[in-house]
């Protein structure tokens, strides 16, 4: 698991970024959350290794479980600064505004600290990124990335299909699907995918990892569930007898 996990989420240098996809409910939010959880404990990714979420759902229960969301912008710069991992909850209205921003803040970063990496992971893409529309900081993102030690992963509930993501990509994660999907992978990667497919759609939580480069296929079983986050307990304020007088 630690040689998928590094493949996934660490920019190595050697492997482009990772699309994962797949319809609401069949556990893609579930094996990425599962999967980060793994990746923070594991020493490959070092201090100086940032994790970026940004989920435009907005929807409790889930990246809450790797940390506490935050709204403002001005914040989620302190705490990619600060923490292992950001958890980044956009307005819709300014979803490619602020996207745009945090890419070109991640470089920014990146020239300022070349130690430092990042894995930079965008639920919902297809909102931003369609067959003939993506944004030029996305656009930098997949062209320019890997040169940056910044490894991106796009969720989405369809298979995103646009010349630049799909010259720099190198592993589709693969959840049940619609047969229409099946069919546009089908004729993009020269693979059956309805046939390597049916293991997905009859083990529910299932997926394939599909190599881009080499076009090739796993079967992989479904994640464990992932732990919720562990809050930092308050100390409680311990104050002497007399100091409630003094505040009465």
């Known amino acids: 698991?630690?040689?998928?996990?590094?493949?996934?989420y660490h920019p190595d240098g050697k492997h482009l970024g990772a699309l994962v996809a797949g319809l609401s409910?069949?556990?893609?939010?579930?094996?990425?959350?599962?999967t980060l959880q793994q990746a923070l404990k594991m020493k490959t990714f070092g201090e100086y290794h940032r994790f970026i979420v940004i989920d435009p759902k907005t929807q409790y229960g889930d990246y809450d479980k790797l940390a506490e969301p935050i709204y403002d912008m001005d914040k989620v710069m302190k705490s990619i600064r600060k923490n292992?991992?950001?958890?980044?909850y956009p307005s819709i209205d300014y979803l490619q505004d602020q996207v745009e921003f945090l890419i070109d803040y991640m470089f920014s970063l990146a020239d300022a600290e070349p130690k430092t990496s990042f894995t930079f992971v965008l639920d919902e893409a297809s909102i931003l990124i369609t067959p003939?529309?993506?944004?030029?900081?996305?656009?930098?993102?997949?062209?320019?990335?890997?040169?940056?030690?910044?490894k991106p992963v796009f969720i989405s509930?369809?298979?995103?299909?646009?010349?630049?993501?799909?010259?720099?990509?190198?592993?589709?994660?693969?959840?049940?699907?619609?047969?229409?999907?099946?069919?546009?992978?089908?004729?993009?990667?020269?693979?059956?995918?309805?046939?390597?497919?049916?293991?997905?759609?009859?083990?529910?939580?299932?997926?394939?990892?599909?190599?881009?480069?080499?076009?090739?296929?796993?079967?992989?079983?479904?994640?464990?569930?992932?732990?919720p986050l562990r809050k930092k307990k308050k100390k409680p304020i311990s104050r002497k007898i007399t100091d409630f007088f003094r505040l009465s």
């Open 1 to 8: 698991m630690s040689l998928t996990l590094e493949r996934l």
């Open 25 to 34: 409910g069949s556990g893609k939010t579930t094996a990425i959350i599962s």
């Open 84 to 88: 292992r991992i950001t958890v980044f």
């Open 132 to 150: 003939t529309k993506i944004p030029q900081q996305i656009k930098r993102l997949a062209v320019q990335g890997r040169a940056k030690k910044i």
């Open 157 to 227: 509930q369809r298979p995103i299909v646009n010349r630049w993501t799909d010259a720099n990509l190198s592993t589709l994660l693969l959840f049940n699907t619609l047969p229409v999907d099946y069919d546009t992978l089908s004729k993009r990667w020269g693979v059956d995918f309805h046939k390597i497919g049916e293991n997905v759609r009859e083990q529910e939580y299932s997926y394939l990892w599909f190599d881009m480069e080499k076009a090739t296929f796993k079967q992989m079983k479904p994640v464990e569930l992932p732990k």
